[in-house]
């Protein structure tokens, strides 16, 4: 089932193909990555590598699923603003690439998640310690990767990129405080959402055009679009979060309900009022307090999302999703660039908001 109604999804736009997009990050990000990974000291070379998909749990080679590497393409395709080539980006395509990986590292060790991309999450493979470790030491080299560079831009690139990570890190701070708090207010989430998530995207669409020598207008337009897109796909991944099919998304059904997140549709579903969202809130409240929690049925999760659903959630995240989506795009009206860069853009917006995982 798609994640937004296909009568609402962003009018056809000209022909550009996402996956080639995508691919041509990953592919050029790639060797410059793993280059970055094997200056690790044993064990975390190792164990980064089954992160990113490498290897197998015991140490054979792999061909993981290594995500969507939409970081990777934008920030590639940020250099072609500035007419300089692709490969220009890829320093920094590999720098948000690793605080990304650095995030998820320790939110699934944070957030107790078993699985990521149909495998076991490195903190049930390799422990505690090692997930930490290496989340540590993946930070650590994306600063690396791009002040090698030795350049000015370079240097205004990582500032950029370590003003993202702060903001990153304050997001999944929120998070988590908010899944002990009874209520929590939509601009709250938002705000919470834009630094989780939001902050890093804008990096990525905005990194490569620095290293290319983009001024500070035109990269923080970059932003904007980043910033709201990220948005976008944060709230597609809320929706995902409660009502994705687990073949498609690598987590258990409702995980986000399991988790207790207070989520977008969540949220939102609670501050609409009605009958669904006053029940809905007494039945959470009670959760909270309960012993049992973790031995729900599944009938008692999907319970709870019809509520959710009832009181509006759903619908208004997809609206959400959609409204962010159009900020961003709008947002690249402030810089010139190629009419070519400016529909890989717009694509990969349409991409993130109509993705099914």
């Not at 370079?154 to 701070?173: K, P, V």
């Amino acid at each position: 089932m798609p994640t937004v109604p296909p009568a609402s999804k962003p009018a056809p736009r000209a022909a550009v193909d996402v996956t080639a997009l995508l691919e041509r990050g990953r592919t050029l990000a790639t060797p410059v990555l793993r280059s970055a990974v094997d200056r690790l000291a044993p064990p975390m070379d190792t164990v980064a590598a089954y992160h990113f998909g490498w290897i197998d749990a015991a140490g054979n080679p792999a061909d993981g699923d290594g995500g969507k590497a939409v970081r990777p393409a934008l920030a590639v395709l940020s250099a072609e603003v500035t007419g300089a080539g692709p490969e220009v980006g890829v320093p920094g395509a590999v720098a948000v690439e690793l605080v990304h990986n650095f995030s998820l590292l320790h939110d699934d060790l944070m957030d107790g998640d078993e699985q990521r991309r149909h495998r076991d999450t490195v903190w049930k493979v390799h422990g505690p310690a090692q997930a930490i470790l290496v989340g540590d030491a993946l930070f650590a080299l994306a600063g690396e990767v791009l002040l090698e560079l030795g350049t000015v831009d370079a240097g205004r690139a990582t500032r950029r990129l370590t003003t993202a990570t702060r903001a990153l890190i304050d997001g999944q701070a929120q998070d988590i405080s908010y899944e002990h708090r009874d209520r929590v207010s939509v601009e709250e989430c938002l705000e919470m959402e834009g630094n989780k998530t939001g902050a890093l995207l804008a990096a990525s669409s905005s990194i490569g055009a620095v290293l290319g020598g983009a001024d500070d207008a035109t990269a923080d337009a970059l932003e904007r679009y980043g910033y709201h897109l990220g948005l976008a796909f944060q709230a597609v991944d809320d929706l995902l979060g409660i009502w994705g099919d687990p073949d498609a998304t690598g987590k258990q059904t409702w995980s986000d309900l399991r988790q207790r997140k207070k989520s977008l549709p969540v949220v939102a579903a609670l501050a609409a009022g009605g009958p669904a969202s006053e029940r809905l809130g007494d039945i959470l409240a009670a959760d909270a307090k309960s012993s049992d929690f973790a031995n729900f049925s599944e009938e008692e999760f999907a319970a709870r999302a019809a509520l959710i659903e009832e009181a509006g959630g759903r619908e208004w995240t997809a609206d959400e999703a959609r409204r962010q989506h159009t900020i961003a795009i709008e947002a690249l009206d402030a810089v010139d660039m190629p009419g070519r860069v400016r529909d890989s853009f717009t694509a990969l917006a349409d991409f993130v908001v109509v993705r099914k995982r």
